[in-house]
């Protein structure tokens, strides 16, 4: 596809269930963020990617968020034992390089945890 | 880490020239300083990105002062559909997961 692409977008769980979330970047593209938005706030980091190597983490919450992009193309971000506190739309965004050029995003998963 | 503070709302009418500052007062010298937008329900979109004094493209316009210690982003002639959230937006090419850090930008609301 010509964009970010994520599924699914929209998601309902309970409290307590896993649940993964699906990014496919733009072919090609060496670098993969994950993002958190709350309503009305702008996104948090949450992880960085270059191909398939995950060099930054540091903005998990918690061991409960687990990310992975095992061939350097598609991506998960897992969470497990969801809270109400982890409702919230998840972006993906990749660039082309790991020069600080332009992110795409896509158009998020919003999960809401009930 | 450079922290950014903007204003977080504004006004304008149809037409009117948008000038929205963004300071970052402890910017590093490897530093890029971007501007995304966001409608809602969408991720953010890259508008601009610069290091020093003024980059335009088809859509804005980035002021930057000789200390860097803040930007303008400009946008020309606004219409309704440009009613959305700016983000600022520091970061070295070299501190990735650092680039990308966005604060709580401003909302830009465009009246008719």
């Known amino acids: 596809g010509a964009g970010v692409s994520q599924s699914p977008r929209y998601k309902v769980a309970k409290r307590g269930q896993d649940v993964a979330l699906r990014c496919d970047p733009i072919?090609?593209?060496?670098?993969l963020f994950w993002y958190q938005q709350a309503l009305g706030q702008g996104p948090e980091f949450l992880t960085y990617f270059q191909n398939e190597a995950q060099l930054d983490k540091s903005g998990l919450p918690s061991d409960r968020f687990f990310a992975e992009r095992p061939e350097g193309s598609v991506s998960t971000l897992k969470i497990q034992r969801t809270q109400q506190e982890d409702s919230a739309v998840y972006l993906c965004a990749s660039t082309l390089s790991d020069r600080g050029d332009e992110a795409f995003f896509g158009q998020g998963t919003r999960l809401t945890v009930v | 880490l450079a922290k950014t503070t903007q204003p977080i709302s504004m006004d304008s009418y149809e037409g009117q020239e948008v000038n929205i500052t963004c300071s970052h007062n402890n910017i590093a010298t490897n530093d890029y300083i971007t501007w995304y937008q966001q409608f809602p329900s969408q991720g953010p979109r890259f508008i601009i990105q610069?290091?020093?004094t003024k980059v335009t493209n088809e859509v804005a316009s980035l002021f930057i002062p000789a200390d860097r210690k803040s930007s303008t982003l400009s946008l020309p002639r606004v219409s309704l559909s440009d009613t959305a959230v700016y983000y600022c937006l520091v970061g070295a090419t070299d501190n990735y997961g650092q680039n990308f850090v966005f604060g709580p930008g401003t909302r830009l609301s465009v009246l008719p």
């Open positions: 072919s090609g593209h060496v670098s």
């Open positions: 610069g290091y020093k």
